[in-house]
């Protein structure tokens, strides 16, 4: 079992520019999650797939941020238009089912100059 | 919403002395799923410990937490601190009707010989 694979590990964007992230999810895991990881904020929610479902995006910022699941084996975060302050490390887990153990990726370190 | 607070940002101790790490949560809901998370340097985020059950001391990698709903808590201990659990870690919870995760801002232990 390969874990939770996400693709690319560092990608570097000039302002304005668009970024997509990729998550492949541990083989049938049903639930599907993506987070920010930043010193200030620690872990911020972003958005939760259940069954390739869109559940939860309470924690998507609405304008330029966007999540797919198109199949049970990945998972894209798309940036539009990135600025400087979306610079993060964004970390995907998958799971088996709601509340219970959520296994992370090596994430993603996006940087916009 | 829901959410979690970590008040320690930053705890440092000496090798041999006891940890607590601080976590209370707010929710409206009552299934209530609490987590610890390990971060160590260069890895993943991994499960640490999880819990549910009010009042149960639940028990890993000589970590331990209990689950006090009517203080709302869920602080981590360990007896006697190593150097190895140098590492940011995170309360998390789980509630509300969608069963989405929220994290806290993480506190970073750090072991001195």
């Known amino acids: 079992n390969a874990g939770v694979i996400q693709t690319p590990r560092h990608k570097v964007t000039g302002k304005g520019q668009e970024a997509t992230l990729w998550c492949e999810p541990i083989s049938g895991h049903s639930a599907v999650f993506w987070y920010r990881q930043t010193i200030v904020q620690g872990l911020e929610f972003l958005t939760y797939?259940?069954?390739?479902?869109?559940?939860?995006d309470s924690g998507m910022p609405k304008e330029r941020f966007s999540a797919q699941m198109p199949n049970q084996s990945h998972s894209t975060l798309k940036i539009q238009s990135t600025q400087p302050q979306d610079s993060a490390v964004y970390l995907c887990?998958?799971?088996?089912?709601?509340?219970?153990?959520?296994?992370f990726g090596p994430g993603t370190r996006l940087l916009v100059l | 919403g829901d959410s979690v607070t970590q008040k320690e940002g930053l705890v440092t101790l000496t090798e041999g002395l006891p940890v607590m790490l601080n976590c209370t949560y707010q929710t409206i809901y009552s299934n209530a799923f609490l987590f610890w998370y390990v971060h160590y340097l260069n890895e993943s985020p991994r499960l640490l410990l999880k819990s549910s059950t009010d009042n149960k001391r639940t028990e890993h990698q000589g970590f331990h937490a209990t689950l006090h709903k009517s203080s709302s808590s869920f602080h981590l201990q360990k007896s006697s601190a190593q150097l190895s659990d140098s590492a940011l870690y995170y309360c998390a919870l789980s509630a509300s009707n969608t069963n989405k995760v929220v994290f806290g801002t993480g506190t970073r232990l750090q072991v001195l010989p």
């Open positions: 887990a998958s799971g088996t089912g709601d509340q219970d153990t959520q296994y």
């Open positions: 797939f259940r069954n390739q479902a869109p559940i939860d």
